[in-house]
């Protein structure tokens, strides 16, 4: 969730450095901050990759926000994120949910399915309704100011 913004402030931070320095490629300072830059991908007839950028960096919030108030296995997430265009195919969710169960975001258990196999289901912990919480927060400001800047160009 953060890591998106981590990156951008980092770039930032790195074109900020070489302006100082007397150096104008933003380019090539948000590459050694360690981030091929979105500028660097906003090719036209591209924007499929915007989309994809965004939807990454929405994805872990939108996971824990589909846990907010009862728990869920893991097909039945996918299938909501892939039902709503939120990632691209059902097998890159589980990914995504090993990083949360590992930074503690989420517990899991198995449980017997009449349907099949034994299911995990996924539950929020108390770390991961903060982080959500936090994300709500921070989305909030961040969606504003970018439409503020896509309406009328200022800031």
């Known amino acids: 969730m953060v890591n998106s913004l981590d990156t951008m402030a980092a770039a930032h931070a790195a074109?900020?450095?070489a302006q100082d320095s007397g150096h104008n490629s933003v380019h090539n300072?948000?590459?050694q901050a360690g981030c091929g830059t979105t500028m660097h991908h906003m090719v036209p007839g591209e924007q499929g990759n915007w989309a994809a950028q965004l939807r990454r960096g929405a994805a872990e919030a939108c996971?824990?926000?589909l846990l907010r108030g009862q728990e869920r296995y893991g097909?039945?997430?996918a299938r909501a994120l892939t039902d709503n265009?939120?990632?691209a195919s059902e097998?890159?969710?589980?990914p995504l949910l090993a990083r949360l169960r590992q930074q503690g975001l989420v517990e899991t258990s198995w449980r017997e399915s009449t349907e099949g196999p034994p299911r995990r289901y996924y539950r929020l912990t108390e770390d991961g309704q903060i982080a959500l919480a936090s994300f709500v927060d921070q989305w909030k400001v961040f969606r504003v100011a970018v439409d503020r800047m896509l309406r009328s160009g200022q800031a």
């Open 91 to 94: 097998g890159t969710i589980y």
């Open 75 to 77: 097909f039945e997430l």
């Open 63 to 65: 996971v824990l926000s």
């Open 85 to 87: 265009g939120l990632v």
């Open 29 to 31: 300072s948000a590459q």
């Open 15 to 17: 074109a900020k450095s």
